[in-house]
Nanobody, 121 residues
Framework: VQLQASGGGLVQAGGSLRLSCTDS????????MGWFRQAPGKEREFVAA????????YYADSVKGRFTISRDNAKNTVYLQMRNLKPEDTAVYYCAATYGKSLDRDAMDYWGKGTQVTVSS
């Protein structure tokens, strides 16, 4: 598994961004995929996750109703559509993969390099 995230940038509050994370390895469809974020001075926190087949999704309470995670196993890519962005969403966003079941940050097996999302007020 080799993850590469992209799509971050600077956006005004209320705006939208879509993050993408592509796996160059052959086992993408065997992994539960997740997005985490880390704001300056804070711990890395869970944002969203999606099951191997893409049927089941999980969200942090802070992003429910605003963010949507999806995946395309044919393209080895997971997406995070972010709408109605708020300044508190500003963080470095990381994609992660696990062969296991736990969505804990420490249970992730692989991490991509982060992509910066900055939301201005």
């Amino acid at each position: 598994v080799q993850l590469q995230a992209s799509g971050g940038g600077l956006v005004q509050a209320g705006g939208s961004l879509r993050l993408s994370c592509t796996d160059s390895g052959p086992t993408f469809s065997s992994c539960v995929m997740g997005w985490f974020r880390q704001a300056p001075g804070k711990e890395r926190e869970f944002v969203a996750a999606i099951s191997r087949g893409g049927v089941i999704t999980y969200y942090a309470d802070s992003v429910k109703g605003r963010f949507t995670i999806s995946r395309d196993n044919a393209k080895n890519t997971v997406y995070l559509q972010m709408r109605n962005l708020k300044p508190e969403d500003t963080a470095v966003y990381y994609c992660a993969a696990t062969y296991g079941k736990s969505l804990d940050r420490d249970a992730m097996d692989y991490w991509g390099k982060g992509t910066q999302v900055t939301v201005s007020s």
